[in-house]
């Protein structure tokens, strides 16, 4: 069974980070593309970060670029993602994401039919 299990969110003021782990289990790690995607109340989900197989490849969606870093570590199972200059429209539920078709590409994930989801970790920016 496949579980990807988020952490790392929380309450920050504007302008501080966080860093969100997730990690995964019951899937070849290194063969999935991982990502994260968000989604406040009332809006759609939104694309944030892709990450190739083995960590030489990236992509962001175009609100995060320039304050986010997505990262792995295949040894541990664990997809990353450092938040800084946090806003509060950075406040959303952040979900972790597996796609084997996103392995090599990483933007693919951004409109893939994701293999995995995990449950989310909601992450509040106060003004």
């Known amino acids: 069974q496949v579980q990807l299990d988020e952490s790392g969110g929380g309450l920050v003021q504007a302008g501080g980070s966080l860093r969100l782990s997730c990690a995964a289990s019951g899937l070849t790690f290194s063969s999935y593309g991982m990502g994260w995607f968000r989604q406040a109340p009332g809006k759609e989900r939104e694309f944030v970060a892709a990450?190739?197989?083995?960590?030489?490849?990236?992509y962001y969606g175009d609100s995060v670029k320039g304050r986010f870093t997505i990262s792995r570590d295949n040894p541990k199972n664990t997809v990353y993602l450092q938040m800084n200059g946090l806003k509060p429209e950075d406040t959303a539920r952040y979900y972790c994401a597996a796609d084997r078709s996103s392995a090599y590409s990483p933007s693919r994930l951004r409109t893939a039919d994701v293999d995995f989801w995990g449950q989310g970790t909601q992450v509040t920016v106060s003004s």
């Open positions: 990450i190739s197989r083995s960590g030489g490849g990236t």
